[in-house]
């Protein structure tokens, strides 16, 4: 499930409350607000503002599918690190990958991803426009 691409971008978390137990297990709903929160970011700082598209660019884009998989504890205050990479690239969808890992020894705790595909302004799924496949198809070679 996760990209062997570069890395497009990080970002490091403190885990509260909210997001495990005192077992160390991870509630499943704290950690895709995360992992969204990274992907609007990085796609911001890539001038392609979702609130922006449809009226720029005439599509936007639509989240079809997510998965996380969790494959080690994570106790409360530990710190962690979400990199964003670039997964599967289709016809009218492409995946982002991440990869959250413990700081202090670098073990994976969570792996997931998210399906989006490029859409109309009815929301019918279209080709990935030509300037979106260009841009995927740098941030597949070289990173962002």
């Avoid at 160390?24 to 950690?31: F, R, S």
């Avoid at 970011?41 to 609130?51: G, K, P």
């Avoid at 409360?76 to 990199?83: A, G, N, S, T, V």
Wanted: proline content about 4%; hydrophobic content about 40%.
């Amino acid at each position: 499930m996760t990209g062997a691409g570069p890395v497009l971008h990080s970002a490091r978390h403190r885990l509260s409350y909210a997001d495990t137990d005192p077992a160390g297990i991870l509630y499943y709903a704290a950690w895709f607000p995360k992992m969204e929160a990274l992907q609007t970011e990085f796609l911001y700082l890539q001038d392609l503002r979702q609130d922006t598209l449809l009226d720029r660019f005439g599509w936007w884009t639509v989240s079809r599918a997510t998965r996380c998989e969790y494959v080690a504890a994570a106790r409360l205050l530990e710190e962690f690190r979400i990199d964003l990479r670039l997964g599967e690239v289709g016809t009218t969808s492409f995946r982002f990958d991440f990869d959250m890992r413990r700081l202090g020894d670098e073990v994976q705790v969570a792996r997931a991803s998210n399906t989006v595909v490029t859409v109309s302004a009815d929301q019918r799924p279209v080709p990935l426009p030509a300037e979106l496949r260009a841009r995927l198809d740098t941030w597949r070679q070289a990173g962002a």
